[in-house]
């Protein structure tokens, strides 16, 4: 044999062999579920051979949803028959009630076992819930004891979180039916007791409104500006507030008001009319106390002296 016909020949043996399957494993590439379709939010597509369940990613983290004939209605999202499924895909998010309103690339895969078959099609959504949304909550305040928020109409509950600094996890957080919460409870929810009130850190506010039953949808969370900052000075009427709740939060024996610069609204109203009672303060003058002012050392001293002693 001529030397380049045994090459010829050795060539085709090396192709042949690096064409079969290595340790018997054969590739191929994925197929589509069968009458598959994705319209107006509807997702429907018929059974694969063999599968017994199918997996949504893309719609939550790290993670997928079950598609299978031993799971619920899924919010009555879900329809399974012998012939395929029917999944209303904007439903089961808005009665979940925690999705977030964005483009998602979605993959169904067909599942056997725990093993994740060759059969899958993707498709992108771009969800937008309908359900009715609330107000964002407005004018997020601290008044020295307590973080209020304006009434957001149809909220039946109120998430309120507290942050620290520029941090996006919260430190302390609490539901609540009220559109005030008192911060002295900080200490008793804290991750980290007593952190708040005793470092120079600045903090901050956060509040979402929302309906027990999810029929009405939390807007955008609203924010305060600096909530509390413990290396600044207290007012007047702070000082007062502190010492009012320290002795338990009596009611003054008497609703006569000697101020012109406070009134009835004002969370210190109960507080200064109790110190005037019990002969911690007389105010500035006959007609004001300066609740709004900054309180002296002399003052304070002299508060806790009159109230202590």
């Known amino acids: 044999m001529k030397r380049h016909s045994k090459i010829s020949v050795l060539l085709t043996l090396i192709m042949a062999f690096a064409l079969l399957p290595l340790s018997g494993i054969t590739a191929s590439a994925e197929s589509p579920i069968p009458g598959f379709k994705f319209q107006d939010g509807i997702l429907s597509f018929n059974h694969v051979d063999?599968?017994?369940?199918?997996?949504?990613?893309?719609?939550?983290?790290?993670?997928?949803?079950?598609?299978?004939?031993?799971?619920n209605t899924m919010n009555g999202a879900k329809t399974w028959t012998d012939e395929g499924v029917t999944f209303d895909l904007p439903k089961y998010m808005?009665?979940?009630?925690?999705?977030?309103?964005?483009?998602?690339?979605?993959?169904?895969?067909?599942?056997?076992?725990?093993?994740?078959?060759?059969n899958k099609s993707t498709f992108t959504f771009n969800y937008v819930s309908a359900i009715p949304k609330l107000e964002v909550p407005q004018n997020i305040r601290w008044n020295g004891t307590?973080?209020?928020?304006?009434?957001?109409?149809?909220a039946e509950r109120y998430?309120?979180?507290?942050?620290?600094?520029?941090?996006?996890?919260?430190?302390?957080?609490?539901?609540?039916?009220k559109t005030s919460v008192d911060?002295?409870?900080y200490s008793n929810y804290s991750k980290d007791p007593g952190v708040a009130f005793v470092s120079d850190a600045e903090y901050y506010f956060k509040v979402r409104a929302f309906t027990i039953?999810?029929?009405?949808?939390?807007?955008?969370?609203?924010?305060?500006?600096?909530?509390?900052?413990?290396?600044?000075?207290?007012?007047?009427?702070?000082?007062?507030?502190?010492?009012?709740?320290?002795?338990?939060?009596?009611?003054?024996?008497?609703?006569?008001?000697p101020f012109k610069d406070v009134s009835k609204d004002?969370?210190?109203?109960?507080a200064v009319?109790?110190?005037?009672?019990?002969?911690?303060?007389?105010?500035?003058?006959?007609?004001?106390?300066?609740?709004?002012?900054?309180?002296?050392?002399?003052?304070i001293v002299t508060f806790l002296y009159r109230d202590l002693v």
């Open 213 to 257: 039953d999810h029929t009405a949808r939390d807007g955008d969370t609203g924010t305060s500006d600096t909530a509390f900052s413990p290396s600044d000075g207290c007012t007047r009427g702070q000082v007062v507030t502190f010492l009012h709740r320290y002795e338990s939060s009596p009611e003054p024996t008497s609703s006569k008001n």
């Open 266 to 270: 004002d969370y210190f109203f109960k």
């Open 183 to 185: 911060v002295s409870e």
């Open 50 to 71: 063999g599968a017994e369940k199918y997996y949504l990613s893309g719609l939550v983290h790290l993670g997928y949803i079950v598609i299978s004939s031993e799971t």
């Open 94 to 118: 808005d009665a979940c009630g925690d999705f977030e309103e964005k483009t998602y690339n979605v993959t169904l895969t067909a599942v056997k076992g725990k093993e994740q078959l060759e």
């Open 273 to 299: 009319l109790w110190a005037v009672e019990e002969g911690i303060t007389q105010g500035t003058s006959d007609k004001t106390f300066s609740p709004g002012n900054s309180c002296t050392r002399a003052q």
């Open 159 to 177: 998430w309120i979180g507290v942050f620290r600094d520029n941090e996006t996890s919260d430190i302390w957080c609490q539901n609540t039916g």
């Open 146 to 154: 307590c973080a209020e928020w304006d009434e957001v109409p149809g």
